[in-house]
């Protein structure tokens, strides 16, 4: 029987990557491991669309996990941006350290969260824990969340 084996990334659509960068890169501090155009035969059969080519760039989060963040070309592109409570919606979730460090680097670059900064997590299985969802330049949401301290 077939089993989930590991995480390789999360695919984010972008409509423009250089400012998709200022925010991932230069805001969540991640790393380019590589930034190319594809352009191969088998992806618009893969995905069943009728575009030009994609200029791909993979985010280091750790060892063999990347954020993918796709910039699609050739084709009319309209914004799927949404409620975290809308259906069909999705976001990604990444542990940090220095939750405040990061919110303050990001509000320096003009970029913004739902709350007004990181929220005190107060009861469930993370009480302790901090937590902000984040808009990146897209409106695709990232939930920073920084674990409770050690007891």
Do not use: K, W
């Not at 659509?13 to 960068?21: E, G, H, I, P, Y």
Request: net charge negative.
């Amino acid at each position: 029987m077939g089993r989930i084996s590991g995480m390789y990334h999360a695919g984010v659509t972008v409509s423009d990557m250089d400012r998709a960068l200022r925010f991932y890169q230069d805001g969540l501090g991640l790393e380019i491991e590589f930034d190319v155009v594809i352009d191969g035969p088998y992806l618009p059969v893969v995905l069943d669309l009728g575009f030009s080519d994609i200029r791909a760039v993979y985010l280091r989060v750790d060892e063999g996990i990347f954020i993918e963040l796709l910039e699609y070309r050739g084709i009319e592109r309209m914004p799927a941006a949404a409620r975290p409570c809308d259906y069909g919606n999705g976001h990604m979730c990444l542990f940090v350290e220095g939750i405040d460090e990061i919110v303050d680097r990001l509000a320096g670059l003009g970029f913004r969260g739902r709350s007004d900064g990181p929220v005190d997590i107060t009861q469930g299985p993370n009480a302790g824990a901090r937590s902000i969802y984040l808009v990146d330049p897209d409106g695709y949401h990232v939930e920073l969340f920084q674990r409770r301290p050690a007891a």
